[in-house]
């Protein structure tokens, strides 16, 4: 039987090998008995390990309140490695290697007395395993206890000049998980406690949205391109729309969505970042000052929105009951840990505007929910029509504007929409894709958000976090649409498995335009 050829090598994936690794020190994680540590980020290390993109210096400390061991705390990291790494089966002898780095130790975010045993267990680590006084503290804790935290690590000079000691060179840096802060006072006040213990350069504000792939892809496509960027803007664009659509529920969190809801745990910082990307000017490089200070400019550049703007601009939604993928599902209201008068949305549509010369009178129609007919987040450029006079005599019901349309996940790709003849003796127009997937053209086994975002930590680079002056813009936009949501009436309803209130779709129809079902 004649055997097929060896497939040649994808010629995309070449170059592609991982040549980063982080800087010798001790990722130190707060919070290390809780979810986002079993399903992120000890995953996401080991698969850095994997790669070899961690130092031979590496020591991992997990910090919580429950009573552990060292082998206790590494069997259970392991599980939870084997339950969610993207690599599976757990290898070995890479395992071996790995849990000798990982330690536990226990204490409470308040108590004083966590942060001595953590200063004499982190000089036992410089000594055995060469983490020369380097630290990564990692708040994977609810965010009441970031401050205490913070506050507990100058106390103690675990951070600063004296944690240095001869070593000039040593550093220390913190990432704080979102949600950063509830509303823009308290976002300040956050800053100002984290002001006290370090300087921004240290600070690492995670939204884990930068962190993929496509999402970094989106500066590429714009600016490594020349295709795009002479098109990116209010002379040939008609619109934007950014969806962060989810099918899931509240998955047993009410009692955090209680307290959020989806414009403070959605659009407040990934769909504003999602915004940004695509607003934003070119800048001057690719260093984290650099794109954060384009990033700021189009928050500032975002026309507020006072109580009469919101209600014409904004629409929420809260999801009854209903179908989703054939099963049926309970509503918001008779989630666990909801109350039965709930007025949380779980849906928002918004209508925003950038105030600037590029995007001047161009909507930028945004919208995320729970419980939506499907998941998918994408952003789609919808370009304005074409003159119709060459077309008048065929089918004009074919002609429809161009799409660029960027999916973030699933299948992440780009795809453009332009307009085609169909083959035959007429000239009869149909709209036709091009379409990129990521997957396809790289391979599907494309890093973890965690895994980019940890090692970039690691090297002290900031240009996939938020920087002080830009978590403090997405709240001061985001404020007052809150407040005037707050004294309105309940969100409207729709049925688990749509895409939203009809009413959401007058936000749209009312300028000529319609939302996508991507
Ligand atoms: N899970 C996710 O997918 C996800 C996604 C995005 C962002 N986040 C954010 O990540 C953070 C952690 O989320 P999570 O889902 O992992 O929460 P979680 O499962 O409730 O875990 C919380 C962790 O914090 C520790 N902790 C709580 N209070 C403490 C205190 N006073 N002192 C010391 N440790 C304390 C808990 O340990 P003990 O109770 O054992 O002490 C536990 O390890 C939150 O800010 C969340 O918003 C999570």
Redesign the pocket.
Known sequence: MPTSPPLAPNPLRRGLVEDRAGEACAVVI???????????LMPALYNLAWSRALPAGIAIVG????EKTDDSFRAGMREAVGRFSRRKPIEEALWADFERGLTYVR?????PA?YESLRAHLARLDADRGTGKNRLFY????????G??VEGLRASRLVGDAARGQDPNAWSRVVF???FGHDLASARELNDTIALAFNESQVFR?D?YLGKETVQNLLVLRFANLLFEPVWGREHVDHVQITVAEDIGVEG?GR?YEQTGVTRDIVENHLMQLLCLTAMEPPISLVADAVRDEKVKVLRALRPMELAEVNHNVVRGQYARGTVHGEEVPAYVEEPDVAANSRVETYVAMRCFVDNWRWSGVPFYVRAGKRLARRVTEIAIVFHEVPRTLFRASRLSGITPNVLSVRIQPDEGIALRFISKEPGQQTVLRDVAMDFRYGAAFGSNTPEAYERLLLDAMRGEATLFTRRDEVEAQWRYIDPVLSALGSEAPPLTYPAGSWGPDKADDLLTRDGCRWRKP
Request: zero cysteines.
């Open positions: 707060f919070g290390a008995s809780g979810d986002l540590t079993r399903r992120k910090v919580a309140r429950g204490g409470a975010a308040s108590d966590t708040l994977a804790v609810p965010p009441s206890e970031f205490p935290i998980e979102k949600p995670i884990h969190r955090f």
